[in-house]
């Protein structure tokens, strides 16, 4: 696999299409930091991690209010063929704020306005809305 955060953007994005409760993804370090901020967004109910696998899993439970997702939608910004990096001032809001964009930074992986804060830019990787 060449983009394993765009796989797990599409994970997510096909079970909220598909109206599931929860989408099991292969975890690594970076997805579920990504998770976490899921979580602390109020994006998803919650995650757990099993050990069911050497590489482990991610089992992330999906928020739906009145029948439909939270998740309005999800896109990549960032791909390995082309590497998008920005310094914090110009980290984009996705819109006006009602979303998220993930960056990975020094500090490790931040939403748009954290990095704001902190003052520090780097790879946009998402966004979430």
Not at 33 to 58: A, C, H, M, R
Request: glycine share 8%.
């Amino acid at each position: 696999m060449t983009d394993p955060i765009a796989d797990y953007l599409t994970r997510i994005r096909n079970a909220v299409r598909a109206q599931h409760k929860q989408v099991e993804i292969p975890a690594s370090r970076m997805k579920i930091s990504l998770t976490d901020i899921l979580y602390k967004q109020n994006f998803i109910n919650g995650y757990s991690l099993l050990e069911d696998t050497p590489q482990g899993t991610v089992r992330i439970y999906l928020r739906y209010k009145d029948g439909k997702s939270v998740i309005e939608g999800l896109e990549r910004i960032s791909t390995p063929g082309l590497r998008r990096y920005m310094a914090s001032k110009d980290i984009p809001r996705t819109l006006n704020g009602l979303g998220i964009t993930v960056v990975s930074t020094p500090k490790g992986l931040l939403t748009d306005a954290q990095a704001r804060e902190e003052n520090v830019g780097g790879e946009v990787l998402c966004r979430i809305w």
